[in-house]
């Protein structure tokens, strides 16, 4: 079995020494950052922008794993690339031409995610998820930080990961939403590669233990 990814969420980091918590995380044997963008409008908040993620990446070599809750993502991809993204997620629920914005992303020289909110049926990605690099299922609404995990993520990923199998995808699982030590290893179980987050990691007193105790979960 293929170690967990742990890609730390910096909506909760201390934006004011945002600096002094990447140094950490890059310490740290997270493998990814995980960057949430917000319109208030897609979602009822707004958080950060273009030059705090290039000012993210000049301090990281970590994979940059950006999550789009925006409107019309399609208008900004390039801006995403130049900004330092690795990784470009955009919402199921937010994209009308779905399948040439992941063309798009993938032209630019990201890979490309797709996130599902938490009453998107799994069943609608099948068409478009041999195109994937990545599936993010949310298991929160997703706009804010330190809500708690909706039960129903664990029968959706086996979904996923049946789908995922049926079209030969390559795509991994990412899970990003009430994430903590008590559900990470049923989420691992359940087939997730990929798991996010955020008021775990940064509230808990050492946050270098905190990412080896989801890493860990799954022994
Ligand atoms: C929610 C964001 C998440 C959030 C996770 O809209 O997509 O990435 O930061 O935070 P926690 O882990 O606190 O639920
Ligand atoms: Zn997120």
Redesign the pocket.
């Known amino acids: 079995m293929k170690p967990v990814i742990i890609s730390p969420?910096?909506?909760?980091a201390d934006f004011a020494n945002l600096q002094r918590d990447i140094t950490t995380l890059n310490n740290s044997t997270a493998q990814w950052l995980?960057l949430?963008i917000?319109d208030g409008n897609f979602?009822p908040?707004i958080s950060f922008g273009f030059p705090v993620i290039s000012a993210m990446r000049k301090h990281t070599k970590k994979t940059l794993d950006v999550?789009l809750?925006i409107e019309q993502p399609e208008r900004y991809i390039s801006d995403f690339k130049q900004s330092g993204a690795d990784i470009l997620t955009v919402h199921y629920e937010a994209c009308t031409h779905l399948h040439r914005t992941i063309q798009q992303i993938k032209s630019a020289g990201m890979k490309a995610g797709l996130?599902l909110n938490p009453h998107t049926p799994v069943q609608l990605i099948e068409a478009i998820a041999a195109d994937l690099d990545l599936l993010l299922i949310?298991?929160?609404?997703?706009?804010?930080?330190?809500?708690s995990?909706i039960e129903n993520t664990y029968h959706k990923i086996k979904k996923v990961k049946e789908i995922l199998l049926k079209t030969n995808s390559q795509a991994l699982i990412e899970v990003?939403?009430?994430?903590?030590d008590k559900n990470a290893r049923q989420l691992i179980d359940a087939g997730a590669d990929v798991l996010?987050?955020?008021?775990?990691?940064?509230?808990s007193e050492n946050i270098e233990q905190a990412i080896l105790q989801l890493q860990n979960a799954s022994h």
């Open positions: 969420s910096m909506l909760s995980h949430d917000m979602v908040n999550h809750m996130s949310m298991s929160v609404n997703p706009g804010f930080g330190g809500q995990f990003d939403g009430g994430v903590t996010v987050a955020g008021s775990f990691i940064f509230r």
